[in-house]
T-cell receptor, first 113, second 112 residues
Framework: GAGVSQSPSNKVTEKGKDVELRCDPISGHTALYWYRQSLGQGLEFLIYFQGNSAPDKSGLPSDRFSAERTGGSVSTLTIQRTQQEDSAVYLCASTREVDYGYTFGSGTRLTVV | KQEVTQIPAALSVPEGENLVLNCSFTDSAIYNLQWFRQDPGKGLTSLLL?????REQTSGRLNASLDKSSGRSTLYIAASQPGDSATYLCAVPSGSARQLTFGSGTQLTVLP
């Protein structure tokens, strides 16, 4: 596609429920990143996918967070047993390679009530 | 570990004024530096990308400079407009994943 697409744009969920957030990167972009932006906080790196390599999960805050990328394209970020502190905007970015810069999606605003 | 700092944290200027936003980074071994704009409740829009071998990049009323040796970048906005009001973020790729390390941003308000 022309840009990085994320869905849903907004998600309200009850504490303890599981949620799935979707990212569709730009076609041909082999690298995909997830970031989290909490209210009043900076952008926090979560996870990185590069081609068919094993993902870099070093930024995931707990084992309730997981992500997968199917067919080297679409990625899903799953948060299990959501907590109120998970409320944030989750941003996805993709790039062909680092020299080309990064393109971000419009984000998913997650609210845990 | 790379650290990125932006000053000022907030800036309010009258329409038409030229302004400079500052970004500094602690590790000068960078691939490039990217400036983004974020409107409230929105994602990030890329403004300018400067490669480590470049000194500056221009796009319309925006000019970004890079001094890698001193760990500094500036974003110059000419003839500011109310539509320029947003948070401006600078970021550099770092780490084994080349993930972006962001500054905390400068919140710009341009008054009509």
């Amino acid at each position: 596609g022309a840009g990085v697409s994320q869905s849903p744009s907004n998600k309200v969920t009850e504490k303890g429920k599981d949620v799935e957030l979707r990212c569709d990167p730009i076609s041909g972009h082999t690298a995909l990143y997830w970031y989290r932006q909490s209210l009043g906080q900076g952008l926090e790196f979560l996870i990185y996918f590069q081609g068919n390599s094993a993902p870099d999960k070093s930024g995931l805050p707990s084992d309730r967070f997981s992500a997968e990328r199917t067919g080297g394209s679409v990625s899903t970020l799953t948060i299990q047993r959501t907590q109120q502190e998970d409320s944030a905007v989750y941003l996805c970015a993709s790039t062909r390679e680092v020299d080309y810069g990064y393109t971000f999606g419009s984000g998913t605003r997650l609210t845990v009530v | 570990k790379q650290e990125v700092t932006q000053i000022p944290a907030a800036l309010s200027v009258p329409e038409g004024e030229n302004l400079v936003l500052n970004c500094s980074f602690t590790d000068s071994a960078i691939y490039n530096l990217q400036w983004f704009r974020q409107d409230p409740g929105k994602g990030l829009t890329s403004l300018l990308l400067i490669q480590s071998s470049q000194r500056e990049q221009t796009s319309g009323r925006l000019n970004a400079s890079l001094d890698k040796s001193s760990g500094r970048s500036t974003l110059y906005i000419a003839a500011s407009q109310p539509g320029d009001s947003a948070t401006y973020l600078c970021a550099v790729p770092s780490g084994s994943a080349r993930q972006l390390t962001f500054g905390s941003g400068t919140q710009l308000t341009v008054l009509p």
